[in-house]
């Protein structure tokens, strides 16, 4: 908004995200408000995507504004099907790989590819806390139950996972250590990676990192944590459906 405020996140303009419209539960959402120099590069970004789907796109230095540098270390990245890299996915896989104590995922989706499973494996193997919260039910049956297809491997390797209810969860949220915090719209799957447009914000620092976290612990207290037990009593035809859902991980 006018080059001096920006939002990001996962929160769309929609009814499922508004109290008291629908007379179901909003959507649990994590959206970040934005002043500072990092406004510029969405900006930026904004006409960027614009140009790359409408065509020509006028720009003038009053959408730029000079801003004041804010409080926190803060970082934007992008990724698109008009790029030919994956900033997002290169950086989540970083910051899991690089991870000494904590790794606390937040997603609506969560289908990962090969390196970032990898990466979140690794991490719970050598000691590092992983947890991962996704929804108890999504919005899609297909992308639900290829997610789920997941969590065995997970939790063979020492993560925990807790499927958060009854309202749909569509935060897309990471906290690293004490050192980052990350909030955006893309989840852990390949679609947010590689084919669709996406933005996030890592914030580097304690103090974001903290409070995040303190986010995710309160929205633990409104989940249940998938047991191995609980895993291996599902239905054969539960089964069934993740096992052939997996088979569209690539595409979901």
């Not at 990962?112 to 899609?140: N, Y």
């Not at 990350?182 to 620092?205: P, Q």
């Not at 976290?213 to 309160?218: L, P, R």
């Amino acid at each position: 908004m006018d080059g001096r405020v920006g939002y990001l996140g996962g929160m769309n303009v929609a009814d499922c995200h508004t109290v008291g419209v629908g007379g179901a539960p909003p959507w649990r959402d994590t959206q970040l408000r934005v002043e500072g120099t990092a406004v510029r590069t969405l900006q930026r970004i904004f006409f960027e995507n614009w140009q790359f789907s409408a065509g020509a796109c006028a720009i003038e230095a009053r959408d730029f504004p000079e801003q004041p540098r804010g409080e926190h270390r803060l970082q934007i990245l992008r990724s698109g099907p008009d790029r030919d890299v994956y900033p997002i996915h290169e950086f989540l896989f970083t910051a899991v790989a690089g991870a000494d104590e904590r790794v606390w995922v937040t997603t609506a989706y969560l289908v990962p590819d090969e390196p970032l499973l990898t990466a979140l494996r690794s991490a719970a193997h050598r000691g590092v806390d992983v947890r991962l919260l996704v929804p108890v039910r999504g919005d899609s049956l297909l992308v639900a139950a290829a997610g789920r297809s997941f969590h065995d491997e997970l939790l063979e390797s020492g993560a925990r996972v807790w499927e958060y209810g009854p309202a749909m969860l569509h935060a897309k949220t990471l906290v690293v250590d004490r050192e980052l915090a990350l909030v955006g719209s893309a989840n852990l799957d390949n679609r947010s990676f590689r084919l669709n447009f996406e933005v996030a914000a890592a914030i580097y620092g304690g103090a974001a990192a903290d409070r995040l976290a303190g986010w995710f612990e309160e929205d633990l207290e409104q989940s249940r944590e998938v047991s191995r037990g609980r895993r291996r009593s599902r239905s054969p035809g539960a089964r069934l459906l993740e096992s052939g859902a997996r088979l569209f991980a690539a595409v979901l």
